[in-house]
């Protein structure tokens, strides 16, 4: 399969591939930001995973002048209860579902599809995992918050109430405060949700030691 690289960047499995992380990057980035972390995730050389890092739409952005950079959604401030554009959070929502759907036409499950995101891109996976009507192998959000601070998104569906999810925050992030992160923690939690919660001593980036981490997270949920 193949996708223009003007969508995505694919890095395919040296055996036939049987299950997916899609990865979305930040805000400003592209999906060659993380498609070099896959080395480094340790898995075992005839895995099996097709990695897809989507990139963005370029448009303006309010809180950097309007300036234009690929970004999910806008960001219409800094208040973490108003932050996300929730209209085009929506907008790429669909985005994604594309990248999905083209899975499940490639006869991947989507309970063998795991959702990836850091910052921006952990905004979307966390509100379009919460939301997906078939269940998912698993939802990554790093570094990142809920689209509405401190509540669920509308129109969650019960497919993903069981879904592991695995959230990481860096203690000295200036970009998405860790309160952000533990907000959405406290709210999917309280919501009965499973996520594993990890903080690390960083600012807004990922460190090796939590590729690692990660990499453990996702054989856990895509090996068979």
Same mark, same amino acid.
């Given at each position: 399969?193949?996708?223009?690289?003007?969508?995505?960047?694919?890095?395919?499995?040296?055996?036939?591939?049987?299950?997916?992380?899609?990865?979305?990057?930040?805000?400003?980035?592209?999906?060659?930001?993380?498609?070099?972390?896959?080395?480094? $995730?340790?898995?075992?050389? /005839?895995?099996?995973?097709?990695?897809?890092?989507?990139?963005?739409?370029?448009?303006?952005?309010?809180? /950097?002048?309007?300036?234009?950079?690929?970004? #999910?959604?806008?960001?219409?401030?800094?208040? &973490?209860?108003? +932050?996300?554009?929730?209209?085009?959070?929506?907008?790429?929502?669909? +985005?994604?579902? @594309?990248?999905? @759907?083209?899975? &499940?036409?490639?006869?991947?499950?989507?309970?063998?599809?795991? &959702?990836?995101?850091?910052?921006?891109?952990?905004?979307?996976? $966390?509100?379009?995992?919460? +939301?997906?009507?078939?269940? $998912?192998?698993?939802?990554?959000?790093?570094?990142?918050?809920?689209?509405?601070?401190?509540?669920?998104?509308?129109?969650?569906?019960?497919? /993903?109430?069981?879904?592991?999810? &695995?959230?990481?925050?860096?203690?000295?992030?200036?970009?998405?405060?860790?309160?952000?992160?533990?907000?959405?923690?406290?709210?999917?939690?309280?919501?009965?949700?499973?996520?594993?919660? @990890?903080?690390?001593?960083?600012?807004?980036?990922?460190?090796?030691? @939590?590729?690692?981490?990660?990499?453990? #997270?996702?054989?856990? +949920? $895509?090996?068979?």
């Amino acid at each position: 399969m193949s996708f223009d690289p003007k969508q995505a960047i694919v890095i395919e499995p040296k055996t036939p591939a049987t299950a997916t992380v899609i990865w979305l990057h930040g805000l400003g980035d592209s999906g060659a930001g993380f498609a070099p972390v896959v080395p480094m $995730l340790g898995l075992s050389e /005839n895995h099996s995973i097709r990695f897809i890092f989507p990139h963005a739409p370029e448009q303006a952005v309010t809180i /950097n002048g309007g300036f234009v950079m690929r970004s #999910w959604y806008d960001i219409k401030s800094m208040d &973490l209860l108003d +932050r996300a554009d929730i209209e085009g959070v929506k907008e790429s929502e669909q +985005r994604v579902h @594309q990248f999905i @759907q083209s899975q &499940l036409d490639e006869g991947i499950e989507s309970n063998k599809i795991i &959702l990836a995101g850091f910052s921006q891109g952990g905004v979307m996976s $966390l509100f379009t995992g919460l +939301r997906y009507p078939k269940p $998912l192998a698993g939802i990554m959000a790093l570094s990142c918050y809920l689209p509405n601070g401190d509540a669920l998104p509308e129109g969650v569906s019960e497919a /993903n109430k069981s879904t592991p999810m &695995l959230q990481h925050h860096g203690e000295q992030d200036p970009v998405v405060p860790i309160g952000a992160g533990e907000m959405a923690y406290k709210a999917l939690t309280a919501a009965g949700y499973s996520s594993q919660w @990890q903080t690390f001593m960083m600012p807004h980036s990922v460190l090796p030691e @939590q590729l690692m981490i990660i990499g453990d #997270w996702i054989k856990q +949920r $895509l090996y068979d």
